[in-house]
């Protein structure tokens, strides 16, 4: 079992930055391949970023967002620079050993989401 608590999220203005921060449980962690996903009221759950050995990017998220990880505190950690009103919705933090990097069906265990608010 791996447990997963998002923190960092908030109201901030367009332009901000924030950074989320993602501890989880386990003595396995290193072996888990971690993602961000987000979503949006009225919308379906989308990919943000991942990092297993290298990471990856939504569209998105490419040039903006870094994806992080320090596997000696069990963290995975989610920059987010020039937010935008449409980053606004709630971001979940998952751990996953499958190959489906950009697919919520990856991932076996998920957070309980921080809410990220953007103002433009």
């Known amino acids: 079992q791996v447990q997963l608590v998002e923190s960092g999220g908030g109201l901030v203005q367009a332009g901000d930055s924030l950074r989320l921060s993602c501890e989880a449980s386990?003595?396995?962690?290193?072996?888990?391949?971690m993602g961000w996903f987000r979503q949006a009221p009225g919308k379906e759950r989308e990919f943000v970023a991942a990092?297993?050995?290298?990471?990856s990017y939504a569209d998105s998220a490419q040039g903006r967002f870094t994806i992080s990880r320090d596997n000696a505190k069990n963290t995975v950690y989610l920059q987010m620079n020039s937010l935008k009103a449409e980053d606004t919705a709630v971001y979940y933090c998952?751990?996953?050993?499958?190959?489906?990097?950009?697919?919520?069906?990856?991932?076996?265990?998920w957070g309980q989401g921080t809410q990220v608010t953007v103002s433009s």
């Open positions: 990092i297993g050995r290298t990471p």
């Open positions: 386990g003595r396995t962690f290193s072996n888990y391949l």
């Open positions: 998952a751990a996953g050993r499958s190959s489906l990097v950009r697919d919520a069906r990856g991932y076996e265990y």
